[in-house]
């Protein structure tokens, strides 16, 4: 069965620190997609990236980057020179390409970004 | 480009009532998928459509159900309310099952506080 964990809860910086959120993940299927989502005060998920298990390439958009390591079956997000806007809950999602998994996305229980001026 | 509507944004409904959402998809977007968000379980999947015909289910009793119509819009809905209903229901819609390589879009979700 596809799990995903998020082990920090809440995190808290200064504006223009680097910050990095962990995401593990697990799952049987040897083909599966990772995302990340972003999800302000006003309660819609707002789509940030999504990976495939065969492309492993770091991706750089801006202020942000994420480290995708199949070895560690991990996925990781970093957002360089934090900004107030930034204060958010961020969560990690994995969705496995067939079976049971079909149309399903697997969140983490995600992380609490607060950016403080 | 609209994004994706639920409606209504908030309802409050008592112990045993049902309760109907709406979800209208990205134009275009075949799949309507729903979620439930609460502090403690975080968010769930609860069911997709796609082209009409439900493809997978969650983990949830039979009081949720749902179906789509042909111009892909969704809906959900609740019979015999239980407080722990209270939650907001997020709908997501893509081009094609998530996990077919298509991301998903999501509304701004309803909140349903069951009292």
Redesign the interface.
Known sequence: AQKVTQAQTEISVVEKEDVTLDCVYETRDTT??L?W?KQPP??????LI?R?SFDEQNEISGRYSWNFQKSTSSFNFTITASQVVDSAVY?CAL????G???????????TILTVHP | KAGVTQTPRYLIKTRGQQVTLSCSPISGHRSVSWYQQTPGQGLQFLFEYFSETQRNKGNFPGRFSGRQFSNSRSEMNVSTLELGDSALYLCASSLAPTGQATEAFFGQGTRLTVV
């Open positions: 599966y997609y995302f989502y006003s309660g819609e998920l707002v789509f999504r495939n969560f969705s496995e390409a067939g049971t998994s079909y149309g399903k996305l697997t969140f983490g229980q995600g």
